[in-house]
């Protein structure tokens, strides 16, 4: 009974996350986007990658070229549910192994993913990963729960004007930059209900219990300059982290550097997808 059903569900799942396979070289990259984005975020990394590398490419479900009745309140009100998608989309094109590049929300995807099925990921790359937004007693996060319920509560009254605040803040530039205006496309490609239901669950889910499980080696990158987390974040995680781990904070500003500054973040995105880490690594791949 269970094959049948996983003999229905090939091609469903490529084609519901909008699943992209470029290039053809022996080792495979899986690039995931964070909220708000999809993955054309990824569009000018993707050009350096596809001579070496077979790169696949896919949507969260809810973002904006996804098939809203596809969404699942339920299903993605936790990463677990994101995590089996990734699970899911790797099985389909028969990926045994691969490179998982994340930003945000899908960093932490990939981090859950590699606990349900370490044998599916050689490293993580994680560019703004954060295991927990709200500050506790013992753990800056960088928000208070107040905080998040007032960018709710401005979500939910008016979407546009949202965005209009919440794009140029976390991008880091004024409503005229390149990378502003894009965020703040992919942001109103999403519907505003989705839009809201998965910002409540990115900022206010806690996967610092499961930091210890992780045994894939992970290599954190994270701009010097973030307002939705402190550079400490970067720190817990290497700190916390069942593997090994590398961390390196880029001279960028913002919580979308492959966005807002290609030109520095590329290299290092690169530098890191090429090198692994070694039982030597010291805390800055340098």
Not at 16 to 38: M, Q, R, Y
Not at 163 to 176: E, K, Q, R, Y
């Amino acid at each position: 009974m269970e094959n049948k059903k996983s003999d229905q569900k090939m091609g469903i799942v490529e084609e519901a996350h909008n699943v992209k396979v470029l290039g053809s070289g022996e080792k495979t990259i899986v690039l995931g986007h964070g909220f708000g984005t999809d993955q054309s975020v990824w569009k000018q990394l993707v050009p350096y990658l596809v001579d070496e590398y077979r790169v696949v490419l896919y949507d969260n479900m809810g973002a904006g070229p996804t098939n809203p009745n596809y969404f699942d309140f339920d299903r993605y009100s936790s990463l677990e549910g994101y995590a089996n998608d990734l699970i899911a989309i790797l099985e389909e094109l028969q990926i045994n192994r691969c490179m998982y590049l994340g930003h945000s929300l899908s960093a932490m995807t990939g981090v859950v993913a590699s606990i349900f099925r370490p044998d599916l990921f050689s490293k993580l790359i994680l560019v703004s990963a954060s295991p927990r937004f709200i500050n506790t007693d013992d753990y800056y996060g960088g928000f208070e729960l107040e905080d998040i319920e007032q960018l709710c509560q401005a979500m939910e009254s008016n979407y546009k004007a949202w965005v209009s605040g919440f794009a140029p803040l976390a991008v880091g530039g004024d409503m005229n930059s390149v990378a502003v205006q894009e965020f703040s496309r992919t942001l109103f490609n999403m519907r505003p209900d989705i839009a809201l239901s998965v910002f409540r669950t990115v900022f206010t889910f806690d996967l610092r219990h499961y930091l210890s499980r992780v045994t894939v080696p992970c290599h954190i990158i994270q701009s010097s300059m973030d307002v939705a987390m402190p550079v400490t974040v970067s720190e817990y995680l290497h700190r916390n982290l069942g593997g090994k781990s590398i961390v390196e904070i880029i001279s960028t500003e913002g919580h979308l550097p492959h966005l807002s500054a290609p030109e520095a973040t590329i290299p290092v995105l690169l530098r890191h997808i090429s090198h692994d880490i070694t039982a030597h690594a010291s805390s800055s791949l340098g």
